[in-house]
């Protein structure tokens, strides 16, 4: 009996996740067990328990895996790539604070086919899942905006630059300007201290400061946030 369109479509959605952040870990496999069109194989923190997770002789081909890049023991760039190589139907995509050029076009040439910031909460991240099952391909707007740039020929040398806070760093930096402590602001925000970190120093970054002090005079003189 032929398979109908109605049958494929309980067909839930296999999903593999590679995260070292366990709140966003928690996070993503909550989202991914409450919808009923995925079916969570495996959650993992770590490059050795991903690549070990691929070999195994058993694993069940995941439809997308969901992997970060800053990994605690290397790079999730080679679990992509192992993915690929073992299961070449399978759609990895990215989650990551790294929105790099470098990082995004290696990524790409390992395999990816979506790449995601990881200002996208937990359910847009499904649902970002079902764009690419269904033959998408998810890139956050920043990080198309930097490819679009690339391929154009260049006209101005600090367009090169890209000094646009992120809605995650941006509330970040809206707590600290508030007084809260890293540990408070990892708390509001349903991530780890190490990701708060990371965001502090992107936005020190863009913002060409080195302080806290420095970091809310800048981000009130240039309209991103309200005067503490």
Request: net charge neutral; proline share 6%.
């Amino acid at each position: 009996m032929p398979t109908t369109s109605s049958s494929l479509a309980t067909t839930p959605i296999r999903v593999a996740v590679v995260e070292d952040d366990a709140a966003c870990r928690i996070a993503l496999v909550s989202a991914l067990n409450a919808a009923g069109d995925m079916r969570l194989l495996w959650a993992v923190a770590s490059r050795a328990e991903a690549l070990a997770a691929v070999a195994r002789k058993s694993a069940e081909q995941p439809d997308v895996l969901l992997v970060d890049l800053g990994l605690p023991d290397g790079s999730g760039l080679e679990v992509i790539a192992a993915a690929r190589a073992r299961w070449p139907d399978a759609a990895p995509m990215v989650s990551t604070i790294f929105g790099d050029e470098a990082n995004v076009l290696r990524a790409i040439e390992a395999g990816a086919l979506g790449y995601l910031l990881k200002d996208v909460p937990a359910q847009g991240v499904v649902d970002e899942v079902r764009h690419l099952h269904a033959g998408g391909s998810p890139i956050s707007p920043m990080v198309a905006r930097k490819l679009l740039l690339r391929r154009q020929p260049p006209v101005e040398p600090a367009a090169e630059t890209d000094t646009t806070l992120s809605a995650r760093e941006t509330e970040v930096l809206r707590l600290v300007a508030r007084g809260h402590t890293l540990d408070e602001v990892a708390q509001a925000l349903g991530v780890s201290r190490h990701t708060v970190r990371s965001f502090v120093r992107r936005l020190y970054a863009k913002l060409q400061v080195k302080t806290r002090v420095e970091a809310v005079h800048a981000g009130v003189r240039q309209g991103i946030i309200d005067a503490p």
